[in-house]
């Protein structure tokens, strides 16, 4: 059973950290690269931050310099730590790992950034 679970949503002040965590199991998570999705009600699903099987990793525009995703195969999880949050960044996050033509999606957590 494929699974990818998110976890560490929730409400924080502008300006405030959260780390985000996707835990895979039911597939071999070394060999897949891994990213980070949001998406606002209403919007396309955007492209937040990725990460190769060999660590490279590249990010929006809108999140560069602000959020660091990173993997730790041994523990099948992906992170997303995300610093300087602001108020545009309160949407549902989404985990998915990426192998050539095969994708697997989490279910999302969200995101509130809120004074």
């Known amino acids: 059973q494929v699974q990818l679970v998110e976890s560490g949503g929730g409400l924080v002040q502008p300006g405030g950290s959260l780390r985000l965590s996707c835990a895979a199991s039911?597939?071999?998570?070394?060999?897949?690269?891994m990213a980070w999705y949001r998406q606002a009600p209403g919007k396309q699903r955007e492209l937040v931050a990725v990460?190769?099987?060999?660590?490279?990793?590249n990010y929006a525009d809108s999140v560069k310099g602000r959020f660091t995703i990173s993997r730790e195969n041994a523990k099948n999880t992906v992170y997303l730590q995300m610093n300087s949050l602001k108020p545009e960044d309160t949407v549902v996050y989404y985990c998915?790992?990426?192998?050539?033509?095969?994708?697997?999606w989490g279910a999302g957590t969200l995101v509130t950034v809120s004074s």
């Open positions: 998915k790992a990426t192998l050539v033509s095969l994708d697997y």
């Open positions: 039911g597939f071999t998570f070394s060999i897949y690269a």
């Open positions: 990460i190769s099987t060999g660590g490279s990793t």
